[in-house]
């Protein structure tokens, strides 16, 4: 089989080298490479048999699995029901390339001292890196170094957001961007988009994070702020636009259900729904990588990478209609409340 990669998923994977190297040593050391090779096996029975954490297994099979180097069957929201088979020969060819000594021989090189050389230990819940990475934010100070970091990443989102913009902009007049973060995404849409207004929906923490984007970026009377939790509260209605960038992958299906059934009950009829992350898709294998395996040792998130399919999916079971997904650095799923709804 030939698997033709773009060159920034080549670069990607070049960069995650030693990463994938440790991922794939730890697995050939426990023992996991024999029983995913004898698969389909659930992760369940493998956390058992191997007596790690199921959640932090889920994210270290997902590094190999964004390798091209496992299959998997997802049936349900249950991961422990969760099914994956090695493609066959992979124990042999991990044990001839990787070599049995080579996580000792190369543990100094490596800036991922936590972690790397480390994984078997940090599956068994040994080793954690949840100390250094607060989720969610419990302090103010938490919560704004959280939204910066934020805010420097959405670049990808932007981008797209800006080549659609005719398309969403054009007949909306107010969104509520739903952790949007410290408004910086907002205050870009609104660049392009003059006759919208958009407020924010995130924690009352991170208000003076959005006062001082709205100052400096000079939307002043068209970037708001609505402080509020949708684990307590509804979400606000009286919006023809709502957004969902980098917030969905971050909880369980079912919370991603929750909030999307929230979405459709706030949204006036004929309500624009824009869903922005990155899916999982073969260009981004490196990026799904690294991802799982900066999250093996962090309990205190279960975030995973979707692919688009599960959320147009989930879109039109909720109610939405003419649902698309248009491309971009990173795609965007649309979908329209319809103007006469039904019960959801």
Request: with cysteine.
């Amino acid at each position: 089989m030939t698997v033709t990669l773009s060159p920034r998923a080549l670069m990607s994977l070049l960069v995650n080298g030693p990463k994938a190297t440790d991922v794939l040593h730890t697995a050939l050391d426990l023992g996991l490479l024999d029983a995913l090779e004898a698969g389909p096996v659930r992760l369940d029975a493998l956390a058992t048999r191997f007596e790690v954490l199921p959640l932090r297994l889920y994210k270290f099979l997902d590094c190999i699995e964004s390798l091209g180097l496992l299959t998997r069957d997802e049936p349900d929201d249950d991961i422990g029901a969760t099914s994956y088979r090695a493609v066959a020969g992979l124990r042999d060819a991990v044990n001839a390339v990787v070599g049995p000594d080579a996580t000792e021989r190369d543990r100094d090189r490596y800036p991922w001292r936590q972690l790397h050389g480390r994984l078997a230990e940090s599956l068994r819940g040994e080793v954690s890196i949840d100390d250094g990475f607060a989720w969610p934010p419990k302090t103010a100070e938490q919560t704004a170094e959280f939204e910066r970091s934020m805010a420097l990443g959405l670049g990808p989102a932007i981008e797209t957001v800006r080549r659609h913009s005719d398309r969403l902009w054009s007949d909306r007049h107010r969104l509520l961007d739903v952790g949007g973060g410290d408004g910086t995404l907002a205050a870009h849409i609104l660049d392009t988009a003059p006759n919208l207004r958009a407020d924010v929906y995130n924690l009352p923490a991170v208000a003076p994070l959005v006062a001082a984007t709205r100052d400096a970026r000079g939307h002043a009377d068209r970037l708001g702020f609505v402080g509020g939790d949708f684990f307590v509260e509804p979400l606000p209605g009286g919006y023809d636009a709502l957004s969902f960038v980098r917030v969905l992958h971050d909880w369980p299906n079912a919370v991603a259900r929750e909030l999307v059934q929230q979405a459709y009950a706030a949204l006036e009829p004929g309500g624009l729904i824009l869903i922005c992350e990155e899916f999982r898709t073969p260009d981004r294998l490196a990026m799904q990588f690294f991802w799982s395996y900066f999250l093996i040792g962090v309990d205190s998130s279960v975030s995973r990478l979707r692919e688009a399919d599960f959320y147009t999916k989930l879109l039109t079971e909720v109610g939405f209609q003419d649902v698309a997904v248009l491309p971009g650095t990173w795609e965007l799923v649309i979908a329209y409340k319809p103007l006469q709804p039904g019960r959801v």
